[in-house]
T-cell receptor, first 112, second 115 residues
Framework: LAKTTQPISMDSYEGQEVNITCSHN???????ITWYQQFPSQGPRFIIQ???TKVTNEVASLFIPADRKSSTLSLPRVSLSDTAVYYC?????????????FGKGTRLHILP | DADVTQTPRNRITKTGKRIMLECSQT?????MYWYRQDPGLGLRLIYY???????NKGEISDGYSVSRQAQAKFSLSLESAIPNQTALYFC??????????????FGPGTRLTVL
């Protein structure tokens, strides 16, 4: 299973763009990259998922370089409500060994 | 109504007691999961199930057991609770999809305290 490494914490200001990078040097060919957001005492919530290049949805963008050994979650124009823990996960498609591993995540604190 | 529900939401019990946490889902997903989360840490996988007859251990299954009573129900049991099992427990579901692992849907969590 691919292990991920993220910064433990980050601070930013309202209205700024925030980029959180995740390293996954031993990502396997079939692995996808998924990001989740978690607020205190709530279950994680799916943000975005991708395999290569760039994926964008209504809340975030995910940038994946050609070697796929890292990925960057980009949150445009953050607000105070984006203060949360963000998890980067790497997992395979249709894997019978379906152990979706959450690391410790990145604690993002948005300042006014 | 929530797609993934957990009962109870909060529970205080004593060392040595047997306790069951229940999870139900209305999403029709085959895959269900139990995680625990300790303060300041990420989620750790306890057990997961692909369907009613297929149950697998996760990272930290010792001291826990599970039962998949139906596609929609997945229960976690602590046969003899101990204080270091005090944690926030989450149930999750996931559908099998093409083109990626898809999205996990999490329940609201059960806060368990073992005295």
């Amino acid at each position: 299973l691919a292990k991920t490494t993220q910064p433990i914490s980050m601070d930013s200001y309202e209205g700024q763009e925030v980029n959180i990078t995740c390293s996954h040097n031993n990502i396997a060919t079939n692995d996808y990259i998924t990001w989740y957001q978690q607020f205190p005492s709530q279950g994680p919530r799916f943000i975005i998922q991708g395999y290569k290049t760039k994926v964008t949805n209504e809340v975030a963008s995910l940038f994946i370089p050609a070697d796929r050994k890292s990925s960057t979650l980009s949150l445009p124009r953050v607000s105070l409500s984006d203060t949360a823990v963000y998890y980067c996960l790497v997992g395979a498609v249709w894997s019978r060994d379906d152990k979706i591993i959450f690391g410790k995540g990145t604690r993002l604190h948005i300042l006014p | 109504d929530a797609d993934v529900t957990q009962t109870p939401r909060n529970r205080i019990t004593k060392t040595g007691k047997r306790i069951m946490l229940e999870c139900s889902q209305t999403k029709g997903h085959d895959r269900m999961y139990w995680y625990r989360q300790d303060p300041g840490l990420g989620l750790r996988l306890i057990y997961y199930s692909f369907d009613v007859k297929d149950i697998n251990k996760g990272e930290i299954s010792d001291g826990y057991s599970v039962s998949r009573q139906a596609q929609a129900k997945f229960s976690l049991s602590l046969e003899s609770a101990i204080p270091n099992q005090t944690a926030l427990y989450f149930c999750a579901t996931r559908a099998q999809v093409a083109g990626g692992p898809g999205e996990q849907f999490f329940g609201p969590g059960t806060r368990l305290t073992v005295l």
